[in-house]
């Protein structure tokens, strides 16, 4: 599940590549906003804000599954 989720953030070159954000960002993820508001509209403070939210949400998951695995065990 962590490793899943993980690898559904990283989708950030093949929106950038096929769409670009796509008509009224419609495939808009939260790397890819990231990316936006660091490097194309000059809101670093904003992006690193939104970066650590992704990095607290991919942790929380790692460690609830890591309890879980503790527990089954």
Do not use: C, W
Not at 10 to 21: A, C, E, N, P
Not at 43 to 70: H, K
């Amino acid at each position: 599940m962590v490793i899943t989720t993980i690898g559904s953030f990283k989708v950030f070159d093949h929106i950038y590549q096929m769409t670009g954000g796509g008509p009224e960002n419609g495939t808009l993820v939260l790397a890819f906003y990231i990316y936006r508001q660091g490097f194309e509209f000059f809101d670093v403070g904003y992006a690193s804000a939104l970066a650590m939210i992704m990095f607290v949400i991919v942790m929380a998951l790692t460690v609830a599954q890591l309890a879980l695995r503790r527990r089954d065990t």
